[in-house]
């Protein structure tokens, strides 16, 4: 009989649980506060013997292992490479913030997308993680850290809206008053324009922070960086920001990595400003924009080079005189390559080597 994985369980569904294993409903309100504190079952001193028994026979418990770690010493991120119980390996990335700490966490192992600028994409998708996964990588940095976190982000290794069940349940999972509690406020999803799946999101009306990985203003530029393009082009991903917007009322933020030669002259400039102005604003509805720019980080597989520091605040400007917020991201973690992908693709090399 396959076990059930207790992380990715709610409140409710744990106290089913524990009824069909013959204990009170009461316990889940023992066991549910720990298991989000990173203890299993059998390290609990808050249930008996033949509790910790039976659930060891029904059920799984697994937190990620810390495989490696890196720590920044110009601004204190930190980097972990996760593994999985079945051997796989995800990273996730500790940032300070001035309202406290974010950890940006992975959805999948690798990526089928195919953003050229991405090394997580490099290998394809090897499989989806689960809810319990997702909230483990939360947990297991909290652990390790003895910090507390406060903001997730869902920007790591993967594409969240491909992974779409396990991330909605890992949503409510975190979002839990019993568990880590972490406010949907507090939460940002970054997808790379599955517009279908981005209908399906607004329909729950979350109030989580939407983030579009946009990255050029036409779908000849944006369909040779990124393969999603082909199937739901600029057009159709926009009118989906907008349905979202409508449905939620939640401003979305539009990330758009800056990468030299490519999408990052004045021109491109211009043409994002008048695109998402004529897209998302009307007379009758007019939406918050805010742009995120990001220079590209530099994967040598990709060839893309980063954009110059002059290039990147003409870029800036240019959206901020159209009407449009336009900031810079914080580069964290430079001296550790805190960019999601390298260090598993680096690990991964380097055991094949041996």
Do not use: W
Request: with cysteine.
């Amino acid at each position: 009989m396959e076990k059930v994985e207790l992380l990715a369980l709610s409140p409710v569904e744990l106290q089913e649980l524990l009824v069909s294993i013959g204990e009170p409903k009461y316990r889940a309100g023992q066991i549910f506060p720990q298991l989000h504190k990173g203890l299993s079952p059998a390290q609990m001193t808050n249930i008996g013997k033949l509790t910790r028994e039976r659930l060891a026979e029904v059920t799984d418990y697994h937190l990620p292992k810390v495989k490696r770690k890196l720590v920044s010493a110009l601004d204190g991120t930190i980097k972990y490479l996760f593994e999985l119980a079945d051997g796989n390996c995800v990273e996730s990335v500790l940032m300070q913030y001035e309202h406290g700490l974010t950890i940006c966490i992975s959805t999948q192992v690798g990526c089928n997308m195919g953003c050229k600028f991405c090394a997580s994409t490099i290998g394809g998708k090897v499989r989806n993680l689960t809810a319990g996964e997702l909230l483990g990588q939360v947990i297991a940095a909290a652990k390790d850290s003895g910090k507390i976190i406060g903001g997730i982000v869902m920007m790591g290794i993967g594409e969240p809206l491909d992974n779409f069940d396990a991330v909605v349940r890992f949503l409510a999972l975190v979002n839990c008053p019993e568990g880590l509690n972490i406010g949907y406020r507090h939460i940002s999803l970054s997808t790379c324009g599955l517009v279908d799946r981005i209908d399906r999101l607004a329909e729950l009306k979350l109030p989580i922070t939407l983030s579009i990985s946009l990255h050029a203003a036409d779908d000849e530029t944006r369909s040779a960086i990124m393969p999603i393009n082909r199937k739901y082009n600029v057009a159709a991903l926009l009118a989906s920001c907008k349905r979202y917007f409508v449905a939620t009322g939640r401003r979305i933020s539009f990330e758009y990595t800056l990468i030299a030669g490519k999408n990052d002259s004045r021109e491109d400039a211009e043409k994002l400003a008048l695109l998402l102005n004529r897209s998302l604003r009307t007379r009758q509805e007019s939406m918050p924009i805010h742009v995120n720019l990001i220079p590209v980080n530099e994967v040598k597989e990709s060839g893309f080079v980063r954009s110059g520091a002059r290039a990147v605040k003409a870029f800036a400007a240019i959206l901020e005189k159209n009407g449009i917020r336009a900031t810079v991201r914080r580069t964290l973690g430079a001296d550790i390559n805190a960019s999601c992908g390298q260090l598993r693709k680096e690990t991964a090399e380097k055991a094949a080597k041996e």
